[in-house]
């Protein structure tokens, strides 16, 4: 399995040019549909990646603040729960992160684990060679015991490291709630896909942001993705930026208006980009095909993000479809979030 260091300057080229051939086909297919779309992964390039720490810190974003808390609090039982098998000697847990980005919230839990069994493997995965190299330097600098494994990939398709020692038992870390960005089908590929590749016993700790409830206003869930700073418009308008940038598009993305809004009836928060003018737009032709010329009338959107929020029937439901038992869930004291551990049965 390589590690950061040894991710060669060639392995960053073939990833550069692999990914501008996957935005230009995603744009292609994106905007050229009704009603027009662009897939949520387009955000994360470097500024998207930054406006996207920026967003996890604002007051409004509850998300990554209250999954943190819940770690706080629950660490210890997470990673015994995790470790538990009823007789023997429990199994070592080697942890894998779906997505890792810097991973700062991981920590926690890999602290856990070493406090648990003495040393720890940590195996991040996630598509930015970036986030890996922050993700391994963060964890180096501040949990002692842990020994990092990056592997560079896109977690939905690819496989997972595999080297698994003898008495081991992995836990797959997806936290984030970034299972929420996916439609339901998709989740369910998602999960599929990494439990093909674990063991029955395996172990999964699934991040999802919850429904509105007694406890849970719509109002705050609105508030963390129309923030008072305007910092998720920007995040939300990189997007158009990006497209500028690696395909050498004509967007002027201050033409367009953040909007987010509530789907009741999908349980999910939107993002949209919403014209505010008749605009034509071009992108010169590339690896998709001929140039396109595009034109936006007044009002026109481009939805370019859902976030679904889960009951704890709808997780429970997603992960037996993807053949995981949820076995615990804890949340905050607000109902907010939560965080469910299930066992790859
Ligand atoms: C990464 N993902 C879980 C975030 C979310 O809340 O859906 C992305 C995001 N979009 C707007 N703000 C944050």
Known sequence: MPLISAVSEATDVALESSTTDAVAAEARAGLTAYPRTLAPWLFYDETGSRLFEQITQLPEYYLTRTERSIFAAHADEIIEHASHNGHGLPPTLTLIELGAGTATKTGILLAAAVRRQGTVVYQPVDVSVTALEAATENIRANVPGVTVRCQVADYTSQPLPENRLPNTRTLALYIGSSIGNFSPDAATAVLRNLRAQLLPGDQLLLG???????KKKVTTILAAYNDAAGVTAAFNRNILARLNRDLGANFNPEAFAHR??????????EMHLVSLAPQRVRIPANSAGGSLSLTFASGEGIHTENSYKFTLGRVEELLSSAAFCLTHTWQDSRHHFAVNLATAI
């Open 208 to 214: 999802t942001d919850l429904s509105p409830g007694p």
């Open 260 to 269: 987010a809004l509530w789907n009741a009836a999908e349980s999910r928060m």
